[in-house]
């Protein structure tokens, strides 16, 4: 069975890795998978949850199984993050705890295939690379719509919603909540507007994938969309992520939330869920998600993720500034969408080649498609990788 196995492709994104370890250049550049690093090139630990795994250690009494929802003060934090306490959008919804936003995904995507047998995922063009794999997998049939123009980093709105005509009932639309993955370049609150008024008409699902929140303008901006659709359009579903703005990536910390048209329909909704995650995982993992409702929860720790947060998405946005600016100065193409964009994100719309051309020759890495990870900048290379693609861009 294993042994005339072919070898596998590698992972557009978890294959960088290997392609970076063999570079043994000091001055290589990891733009490639998605996490934030600071001015330094690190990857710390918030101190915010350096303190709740303190508290976590000298007070946790038991790790007994908690149930298939997964941690209950996690799960209602979560949704008064995405639609703020006591608002209706957080009465009309209930969450779900999931293994990281991988896991949330998975999740919803098993649920609506449930729900809607036989139903389409219309998925933006280019999105995270993923998203295919974790649809299809549930059995759904993938539709791609236009969103964006590699060529001059502007959406491709009219475009979009023309293909978003053909939405049915049965067909679910999934969005990014913001930050989005590959491109940086959001919906603004007019195009949500409309988005919702055609899902509404269509009685399409909505799914919104958020696993960047407070990393463009601030949480509260960030989740302007979805609090929006909430207003619009009675049900949906957001699979969220604290992978990013906790930088607990490896605790799998995400959740499911499901918004109904009243509580009660999203109580039921719920109880939906709870069997699928059963067989999917059974239970959600605890350490990461009794880390984010012990900081959450309290007003001191809570503060300072605000801050530590902040920090994260000042810096991710001034080195954005300070790549289109040295761009700038080389002439030639127009990067200037670089420094309006937000998250970590964005597209250079350069061909495999050149990205290859700046691995060899510059160490500067990025995954394939030419996306590069802007929060692997810093003061010490954003000139040297602007120099880098202004170079491979000329060519
Ligand atoms: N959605 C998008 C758009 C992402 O970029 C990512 C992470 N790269 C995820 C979901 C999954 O996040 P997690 O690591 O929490 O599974």
Not at 177 to 195: K, R, S
Not at 271 to 295: E, F, K, N, Y
Not at 314 to 339: D, K, P, Q, S, T
Request: net charge negative.
């Amino acid at each position: 069975m294993f042994a005339e196995l072919a070898e596998p492709p590698l992972d557009p994104i978890l294959g960088l890795a290997q392609l970076l370890a063999r570079d043994t250049s000091p001055d290589k550049v990891d733009l490639g998978i998605g996490i934030y690093q600071d001015e330094q090139g690190q990857v710390p630990v918030l101190d915010c949850v350096k303190a709740a795994e303190r508290w976590l250690v000298e007070t946790q009494p038991s790790k007994r199984y908690l149930s298939s929802a997964g941690n209950a003060d996690y799960n209602t934090q979560t949704r008064g993050l995405l639609f703020g306490e006591g608002s209706d959008g957080f009465t009309r919804s209930r969450t779900i705890q999931a293994p990281g936003g991988t896991g949330a995904l998975r999740l919803a995507s098993d649920l609506l295939y449930r729900l809607r047998p036989g139903g389409r995922v219309f998925i933006p063009g280019p999105t995270w690379p993923n998203h295919p794999g974790i649809l299809k997998a549930s059995g759904h049939e993938v539709v791609v719509y236009p969103y964006y123009d590699m060529a001059t980093g502007a959406l491709r709105f009219d475009e979009m919603m023309a293909t978003l005509a053909d939405l049915g009932a049965n067909d679910t639309l999934l969005l990014h909540g913001c930050c989005h993955n590959p491109t940086g370049a959001d919906l603004d609150l007019d195009q949500w507007g409309a988005v919702a008024d055609l899902v509404a008409k269509a009685g399409a699902a909505v799914l919104v994938d958020l696993a960047y929140l407070g990393l463009g303008d601030g949480v509260d901006e960030d989740a302007a969309g979805l609090r929006l659709l909430a207003t619009r359009i009675p049900e949906f579903l957001v699979a969220s992520s604290y992978s990013k703005n906790f930088a607990l990536y490896r605790e799998r910390v995400g959740a499911l939330t499901l918004v109904g048209g009243n509580e009660q329909a999203a109580v039921l909704a719920h109880a939906h869920s709870l069997p699928v995650a059963r067989t999917l995982w059974s239970m959600p993992p605890d350490h990461g998600a009794a880390i984010v409702a012990r900081i959450l929860s309290d007003a001191e720790l809570r503060q300072g993720w605000t801050s530590e947060l902040t920090t994260m998405r000042e810096r991710i946005n001034g080195v954005r500034g300070r790549l289109a600016a040295r761009l700038a100065e080389h002439g030639g193409r127009n990067y200037g969408f670089i420094a309006n964009q937000r998250g970590m994100f964005t597209m250079l719309g350069i061909a495999p080649e050149g990205v290859e051309t700046l691995r060899r020759d510059h160490h500067v890495h990025l995954t394939s498609s030419g996306r590069v990870n802007v929060a692997g900048l810093n003061s010490n290379n954003v000139e040297r990788v602007a120099d880098a693609i202004a170079a491979v861009s000329q060519n």
